[in-house]
């Protein structure tokens, strides 16, 4: 499979590209030629990577080269500026990693090679070329919360629960293959996304499994839904059995390992099939030990305890099969959500308010200055 690709979703793109030639200039009659046009990258609705691969096979995008100099027209038209439409949540980069920018909202662009300057009667009269590169195209989706589980821990199915999402589902350990993006309507018509991604394994962070095709897609989700079975869990047989606790702390662990920022998310724990004999029991020894997770890590390899536990805004148990607690659930992702967008407009605020108050003083400071000033003139 090729890189940046699982299933039919393309997450990473190399493009070649070049800024046009500029045109030639006249010397007879001091003209100047056209500039050749640049190569931008712009951020549009409905768009992929995969449609941007499919249309344009080669991969090679050129701005249109400078108009050269005449008798009629001393100043060359500048060359067309070719445009790469690209999908929102895109980061460019340079072939070395350089972040050139990043795409966040429609209408965003980032300049990727410009086109070379057109021949002057102030430099020799030829034109120089556009800058060549190779650049490349990250996809990062953008929700309001990310899935975050194992395999087989019920993420589809709670995905379809939740949302008008139709995934992939079936009863073994690897049901999705690609991300998707759910939508949660609320009857005040408020929407929150919802992305479910490929399922983790122990040593995602390494690149296992999914690894960072998985990883890189929580960078940029708000918020954290954990999913776990409340029976646990056990990849293979030859894998060892993962309690639900052990499951919640080796999850943490993964991302805590891939970038710890991550693990600074508000966070939520979805424990899913409830509908599960005895399942009541193990909810009440989870909770239990994530009240006092420092007390069961002996249940751990020392090499996956978290540097830092985290604390959920909220547990809640469900049945995504018989739809058990999931209105519930809803209802708090929202009121998480809402919090946390007020937490940020406060933030915002105080910021403000601290920059005001800071152009204040040095207002009345300059005003102290200037009377003082005043002062001494009137003395002397």
Same mark, same amino acid.
């Given at each position: 499979?090729?890189?940046?690709?699982?299933?039919?979703?393309?997450?990473?793109?190399?493009? &070649?590209?070049?800024?046009?030639?500029?045109?030639?200039?006249?010397?007879?009659?001091?003209?100047?030629?056209?500039?050749?046009?640049?190569?931008?990258?712009?951020?549009?609705?409905?768009?992929?990577?995969?449609?941007?691969?499919?249309? &344009?096979?080669?991969?090679?995008?050129?701005?249109?080269?400078?108009?050269?100099?005449?008798?009629?027209?001393?100043?060359?038209?500048?060359?067309?500026?070719?445009?790469?439409?690209?999908?929102?949540? *895109?980061?460019?980069?340079?072939?070395?990693?350089?972040?050139?920018?990043?795409?966040?909202?429609?209408?965003?662009?980032?300049?990727?090679?410009?086109?070379?300057?057109?021949?002057?009667?102030?430099?020799?009269?030829?034109?120089?070329?556009?800058q060549v590169k190779h650049i490349r195209l990250d996809l990062k989706l953008i929700a309001d919360l990310g899935l975050v589980?194992?395999?087989?821990?019920?993420?589809?199915?709670?995905?379809?629960?939740?949302?008008?999402?139709?995934?992939?589902?079936?009863?073994?350990?690897?049901?999705?293959?690609?991300?998707?993006?759910?939508?949660?309507? &609320?009857?005040?018509?408020?929407? *929150?996304?919802?992305?479910?991604?490929?399922?983790?394994?122990?040593?995602?962070?390494?690149?296992?499994?999914?690894?960072?095709?998985?990883?890189?897609?929580?960078?940029?989700?708000?918020?954290?839904?954990?999913v776990v079975d409340v029976g646990g869990f056990q990849l293979a047989s030859k894998t060892p059995f993962r309690s639900a606790?052990?499951?919640?702390?080796?999850?943490?662990?993964?991302?805590?390992?891939?970038?710890?920022?991550?693990?600074?998310?508000?966070?939520?724990?979805?424990?899913?099939?409830?509908?599960?004999?005895?399942?009541?029991?193990?909810?009440?020894?989870?909770?239990?030990?994530?009240?006092?997770?420092?007390?069961?890590?002996?249940?751990?390899?020392?090499?996956?305890?978290?540097?830092?536990?985290?604390?959920?805004?909220?547990?809640?148990?469900?049945?995504?099969?018989?739809?058990?607690?999931?209105?519930?659930?809803?209802?708090?992702?929202?009121?998480?959500?809402?919090?946390?967008?007020?937490?940020?407009?406060?933030?915002?605020?105080?910021?403000?308010?601290?920059?005001?108050?800071?152009?204040?003083?040095?207002?009345?400071?300059?005003?102290?200055? *200037?009377?003082?000033?005043?002062?001494?003139?009137?003395?002397?």
């Open positions: 499979m090729a890189r940046g690709e699982y299933g039919n979703f393309v997450d990473n793109l190399r493009l &070649y590209v070049r800024g046009g030639t500029g045109g030639m200039a006249l010397p007879r009659l001091g003209g100047h030629g056209g500039n050749g046009g640049n190569v931008w990258v712009v951020a549009i609705m409905n768009m992929t990577l995969k449609k941007i691969k499919d249309k &344009y096979p080669l991969k090679r995008f050129v701005g249109g080269s400078g108009a050269n100099s005449s008798v009629r027209a001393l100043k060359g038209d500048k060359g067309k500026d070719e445009e790469i439409l690209a999908p929102v949540g *895109i980061t460019v980069t340079s072939d070395d990693g350089r972040i050139l920018g990043e795409l966040n909202a429609e209408g965003d662009r980032v300049l990727v090679a410009k086109g070379g300057s057109g021949g002057t009667p102030y430099f020799p009269f030829e034109p120089k070329k556009g589980g194992f395999p087989n821990a019920g993420k589809s199915s709670l995905l379809t629960a939740l949302s008008n999402a139709t995934p992939q589902i079936a009863n073994y350990a690897f049901t999705t293959l690609r991300p998707e993006i759910g939508k949660i309507a &609320y009857p005040d018509y408020k929407q *929150i996304s919802v992305a479910d991604l490929p399922g983790l394994i122990e040593g995602a962070h390494l690149n296992r499994g999914m690894g960072h095709k998985f990883l890189k897609h929580v960078e940029r989700t708000k918020q954290l839904l954990f606790f052990e499951a919640v702390q080796l999850l943490t662990k993964e991302l805590e390992l891939y970038k710890e920022e991550l693990v600074s998310k508000p966070a939520l724990l979805v424990v899913n099939k409830m509908d599960l004999p005895e399942a009541e029991d193990k909810l009440e020894e989870l909770k239990e030990q994530l009240q006092n997770p420092e007390e069961f890590t002996n249940l751990l390899p020392d090499d996956m305890i978290p540097k830092n536990f985290i604390t959920f805004r909220h547990v809640v148990p469900i049945s995504a099969l018989n739809g058990f607690g999931v209105d519930h659930l809803k209802s708090c992702i929202r009121l998480s959500l809402d919090e946390y967008a007020a937490m940020e407009t406060s933030a915002v605020h105080q910021e403000k308010l601290q920059a005001l108050r800071q152009q204040s003083h040095e207002c009345f400071g300059n005003e102290d200055k *200037i009377s003082l000033s005043s002062g001494v003139g009137r003395t002397q």
